[in-house]
């Protein structure tokens, strides 16, 4: 397929960029840096992080450093003029002019091409291939932050709309006891519990209903219907039942995690095909043995897939939960009353902390489905 | 399996075999059985309150007839029952005008509206987002990893946030609550699209391209035509997920319109029947607009020939 690519591509884009580099420079030279007029030379590391790029753009126009060597040595400009940008715009908040979105947009074109530079790379060693894949959404997404805090600093944007990602991080920094405490009272108590009571539950139902053929023609299209529904909305009956503390939320992300955990175990019990079943058969095994030999297994990624998507639906439930009344502690607390008072920065390291808290959750769930289900064509094929 | 085989020739004995054989009857059934369960629920839920009503009204010997009766038909019970919700709903949407604040047909307009232009923002964004990927290495492997993550973060919980923020800055109205439903839709359409799209057989790739086909000519003939089924799964959850957009992008805005702020607004005055009817006409929504990207994925398949 690549090939077929590769062929028909009329212009190169490695090329392109570095032109785009090029001419970024030259507008920058010849442009203000800062309002009112001081040009890119009158602040020396902006000077240093223009003439780093500088050279860079003409060495790929005119063709030289294409190898490994000079892809990384790309790299480690970019880098180099990030870590010069950050600080000036800090010291000039709000005067950025032409010239410095000019080098600001030459930094992003220059990741960008050491992101397609190493898309290209062809590595023989499996590990090192894995590394490389893992690190270009990593640089592309540190590209990203870098581009947010610049543009958040040179236009001088209000920190009650959006902060930099540095003042989120001082404020992630200074409040850590916070964060832990709420942290500790939606992810540990209200998502934890909840997600392995409804996942449980709803897995022993899944159990039950399967032995029963006619429980499950009922039970399977109305549990479709209902993983279509906005669950969510029954958070304010369950806070009226169960009081303002985590049980309430918990009782949610029971209700949220449930349906789809029972309709994909339903779903995934009926993996086995007919052969396997009459070779267990023969084996003489009961229904038990059938199913913790066979069915259990085959159904395995479909039980897994549920799980994935309960782990976010579980925490999205737990913290729009705690809009509808909490006591004064909470994700969901916390963001409600920051954005209240207009701490946008505190809300934006809430947020963070939910979002590592997600993704972490997903990972060790996708971990363990690579453990449980390593024999699955789709886990084999994407090893090596 | 080896149920059905057995219980066929025995149709001609019970005469409701058959209808317990299919789909509907089970359903049927099943739903029975929910009512059945809400209204003793709602008996046992609605108990202890009554009691305490008897009490203080120095009712004794009140007989159990009455008692759930009286449970039943509570202003503000713990759980309504489904005859009082569908009196509410009956209330709220036939005997009230549409414009009128009070009407349930109005709050779900607002609703649905904002619902409808996240979806299409979303699946437009999707498919653009999916075309992109499919046909560039470098988006492929830097942007398809975020796309996956993105989801991992509770959007759903900085959506109140959004819509302050938004508001702060000018923009106010649909379109805040229309780019939470965005977020939530944008992301099942991309992924179906880039599997679809990729779909053809790399035998069908190259059969265009002996035929010398563009980038473009290919796409249109042959990776667009075999993403459409991908596109119309992928469709019904991102319309799923945009109604629990909009309905949650509603909370913030202090409860002015909007089944989200009946929601809420019911939750503050404790009017259990209003949160009911408001999640119940939520759900019909949700069931509705999915049974309509059904009919028209039916449609769209039967005309392209590839109904199954």
Redesign the interface.
């Known amino acids: 397929?690549?090939s077929?690519?590769d062929i028909?591509s009329r212009f190169d884009?490695a090329a392109l960029l570095a032109g785009g580099i090029l001419l970024c420079v030259v507008i920058a030279v010849f442009s203000t840096a800062f309002e009112p007029d001081r040009t890119v030379f009158d602040t020396p590391r902006l000077a240093l992080g223009f003439g780093f790029l500088a050279i860079l753009g003409v060495r790929y126009s005119l063709g030289f450093a294409r190898h490994m060597a000079g892809d990384v040595a790309l790299g480690v400009v970019a880098a180099l003029s990030a870590w010069m940008l950050i600080p000036v715009v800090h010291q000039h908040v709000g005067e950025a002019a032409s010239g410095f979105w000019a080098l600001a947009v030459a930094y992003w074109l220059a990741s960008?091409l050491f992101?397609?530079r190493m898309?290209?790379w062809k590595l023989t060693n499996p590990s090192l291939t894995r590394a490389v894949?893992l690190a270009?959404?990593i640089?592309?997404?540190i590209t990203l932050l870098v581009l947010w805090e610049l543009a958040a600093k040179g236009f001088g944007i209000p920190k009650?709309?959006?902060p930099a990602p540095s003042e989120i991080w001082v404020r992630l920094t200074g409040s850590v006891p916070i964060l832990w405490a709420d942290f500790q009272q939606t992810f540990l108590k209200a998502v934890l519990i909840g997600y392995a009571l409804g996942c449980g539950s709803a897995f022993l139902t899944a159990i039950a209903i399967d032995r029963v053929?006619?429980?499950r023609?009922?039970?399977l299209?109305?549990g479709n219907?209902v993983?279509?529904?906005?669950i969510?909305?029954?958070a304010?009956?369950m806070?009226?039942?169960f009081g303002f503390d985590w049980p309430s939320k918990a009782a949610v992300v029971i209700i949220m995690t449930f349906f789809p955990m029972l309709v994909n175990t339903v779903s995934g019990l009926a993996a086995a095909d007919?052969m396997q079943k009459d070779l267990m058969r023969t084996y003489a095994s009961n229904y038990w043995q059938t199913l913790i030999k066979l069915r259990l297994p085959m159904a395995m990624p479909f039980i897994f897939n549920a799980l994935k998507i309960n782990?976010?639906l579980a925490?999205?439930g737990a913290?729009?939960a705690e809009?509808?009344?909490t006591p004064i502690v909470g994700?969901?607390f916390r963001?409600?009353t920051e954005?209240g008072r207009m701490n946008?920065d505190m809300?934006w390291a809430e947020?963070a902390i939910?979002?590592l808290a997600?993704?972490l959750?997903?990972g060790i769930v996708a971990l363990l489905e690579r453990a449980v289900t390593f024999w699955h064509p789709s886990i084999r094929g994407s090893r090596g | 399996m080896t149920d059905t085989a057995l219980a066929a020739p025995s149709r001609g004995l019970n005469p409701f075999a058959g209808l317990m054989a299919g789909t509907a009857g089970p359903v049927t059934v099943v739903v029975l059985a929910i009512f059945a369960i809400w209204y003793v629920a709602a008996v046992a839920l609605n108990t202890p309150f009554q009691m305490d009503m008897y009490e203080r009204g120095d009712q004794t010997d009140v007989p159990f007839t009455q008692l759930v009766s009286d449970t039943l038909a509570q202003e503000r019970p713990v759980l309504p029952a489904p005859h009082q919700v569908a009196v509410e709903i009956w209330n709220t949407t036939v005997e009230k005008k549409i414009t009128s604040k009070r009407s349930l047909i109005y709050h779900s307009g607002i609703t649905l509206s904002s619902t409808l232009l996240g979806f299409l923002i979303g699946t437009g964004l999707g498919i653009l987002l999916a075309i992109g990927i499919v046909h560039s290495r470098v988006l492929d492997k830097s942007l398809m990893p975020w796309v996956i993550s993105s989801q991992t973060i509770p959007i759903l919980a900085i959506a109140p946030m959004i819509i302050v923020v938004l508001n702060a800055i000018g923009i106010s109205g649909l379109l805040p609550k229309a780019m939470i439903s965005t977020y939530l839709s944008f992301f099942p359409v991309t992924v179906g699209m880039v599997k679809g799209l990729r779909s053809p057989e790399i035998m069908h790739m190259d059969l265009m391209h002996t035929y010398s086909a563009t980038r473009v000519q290919a796409f249109w003939k042959l990776r667009l035509p075999y993403a459409v089924p991908y596109l119309f799964t992928s469709m019904k959850i991102g319309m799923a997920a945009s109604l629990v957009g909009a309905i949650v992008g509603e909370l913030p805005t202090g409860a002015v319109a909007g089944l989200g702020a009946r929601l809420l607004a019911g939750s503050y005055y404790g009017q259990t029947v209003q949160i009911w009817s408001a999640l119940l006409m939520a759900a019909f929504l949700a069931g509705t607009l999915v049974a309509l990207i059904g009919l028209v994925e039916r449609l769209t398949l039967k005309r392209m020939g590839m109904a199954r």
Do not use: D
């Open positions: 397929m690549s077929l690519v028909r884009t960008w992101v397609e898309a290209a894949n270009i959404p640089v592309f997404g009650v709309l959006l053929p006619f429980l023609r009922g039970l299209p109305i219907l993983s279509a529904l906005p969510i909305g029954v304010p009956i806070v009226m039942w007919a782990s976010t925490l999205i913290i729009v809009f509808f009344g994700m969901g963001i409600s954005v946008v809300v947020i939910a979002a997600g993704s959750f997903y």
